[in-house]
T-cell receptor, first 111, second 114 residues
Framework: GNSVTQMEGPVTLSEEAFLTINCTYT??????LFWYVQYPGEGLQLLLK?????DKGSNKGFEATYRKETTSFHLEKGSVQVSDSAVYFC??????????FGTGTRLTIIP | DSGVTQTPKHLITATGQRVTLRCSPR?????VYWYQQSLDQGLQFLIQ???????AKGNILERFSAQQFPDLHSELNLSSLELGDSALYFC?????????????FGNGTRLTVT
């Protein structure tokens, strides 16, 4: 079956630090990959996505590259802000199947 | 604003009771998904409806049921509630029947069972 493994949280960083949240996947087919973000008190919202190998998704300063050889889709940001504090979910979908989410990684940025 | 509306925002009830959670999808979206988010189990997919028909089923208990109405709003019914059912319940919608998204999530209903 399909599965997503994210790095365990919580992650606490100082403002302007470099962020990496690791995500690896297992899929029976050729998946599309996503990062969703959940801000406090809100539902999840799509942050970025990539649909084929070597694609780079980017949004709001965040980036993730679809690495087929390592089955990974790590989320990165060069300089985090307090407003980036949220829970981040890696997810995949194969064809028209439903999204499979990782367990989420809670990120806290301290000033 | 995602355009997905969930009511109520908070619900407190006792064990053994029954509750109904309501979701109005984003305008134009035909698919509705229900997810349960608890502290220890992350985000669990419950069920999906597409244009009134059940499309996919996840880890939904037999005590839970859902439906999607002709106006495309959906309701999730939870019965014989147990303490362990306390969680955030999210509704999401998408245009197509496939689950690959993007999904648009509501802000959730927080259910507390006492």
């Amino acid at each position: 079956g399909n599965s997503v493994t994210q790095m365990e949280g919580p992650v606490t960083l100082s403002e302007e630090a470099f962020l990496t949240i690791n995500c690896t996947y297992t899929a029976t087919g050729y998946p599309s990959l996503f990062w969703y973000v959940q801000y406090p008190g809100e539902g999840l919202q799509l942050l970025l996505k990539a649909t084929k190998a070597d694609d780079k998704g980017s949004n709001k300063g965040f980036e993730a590259t679809y690495r087929k050889e390592t089955t990974s889709f790590h989320l990165e940001k060069g300089s985090v802000q307090v407003s980036d504090s949220a829970v981040y979910f890696c997810a995949l979908a194969v064809g028209n199947e439903k999204l499979t989410f990782g367990t989420g990684t809670r990120l806290t940025i301290i000033p | 604003d995602s355009g997905v509306t969930q009511t109520p925002k908070h619900l407190i009830t006792a064990t053994g009771q029954r509750v109904t959670l309501r979701c109005s999808p984003r305008s134009g979206d035909l698919s509705v998904y229900w997810y349960q988010q608890s502290l220890d189990q992350g985000l669990q997919f419950l069920i999906q409806y597409y244009n009134g028909e059940e499309r996919a089923k996840g880890n939904i208990l037999e005590r839970f049921s859902a439906q999607q109405f002709p106006d495309l709003h959906s309701e999730l019914n939870l019965s014989s509630l147990e303490l362990g059912d306390s969680a955030l319940y999210f509704c999401a919608s998408s245009v197509a029947g496939g689950g690959s998204g993007p999904l648009h999530f509501g802000n959730g209903t927080r259910l507390t069972v006492t």
